[in-house]
């Protein structure tokens, strides 16, 4: 009876893990591009075998990942950070857009968008992100206790 409980709570950590790591690098790419005074892309994907974004200098589009979880650019574009959540760990990264850019120096994002990161079992996190590049966090269905129910 204990194990099942086991993985639900395993499950669940994992979930806030991987939502926290998405928050920081949202935090770093509007960070970034006000002190770099460049652009910095955040661009998600997503494939059979994982979830995937990428923050990149340069150009919207410029840098993507792979289907294996690489990060292939053209030109001079600097990764700055890629993150793989393999399908394996039950974890989904889906953003409504496929590419945010923070703006040099005001930290603005065009596109404005949403980031669900989702477990096998459905519970879910969501950051939105404004278009002053500021995130706030909440749970669709109200299963994650701590964030209030979007």
């Given at each position: 009876m204990a194990i099942p409980s086991l993985g639900q709570l395993k499950q669940r950590q994992r979930l806030e893990l991987v939502a926290q790591t998405?928050?920081?690098?949202?935090?770093?790419a509007r960070s970034e591009a006000i002190?770099?005074?460049d652009a910095v892309q955040l661009?998600?994907?997503r494939?059979?075998?994982g979830?995937?974004?990428?923050l990149h200098t340069g150009a919207s589009g410029e840098c993507s990942c792979t289907p294996d979880g690489q990060a292939t650019c053209s030109a001079n574009e600097?990764?700055?950070?890629l993150e793989w959540i393999p399908s394996t760990q039950n974890i989904a990264v889906r953003a409504n857009v496929a590419n945010m850019s923070f703006q040099a120096r005001q930290g603005a994002v065009t596109s404005t968008g949403s980031i669900d990161i989702s477990a096998a079992n459905g519970d879910t996190i969501r950051h939105?992100?404004?278009i002053a590049g500021r995130v706030r966090s909440c749970s669709p269905s109200g299963g994650?206790?701590?964030f209030p129910r979007c």
């Open positions: 998405v928050m920081v690098n949202l935090q770093q002190s770099q005074a661009r998600f994907s494939h059979p075998t979830s995937c974004y990428i600097r990764v700055m950070k939105i992100v404004s994650v206790k701590r």
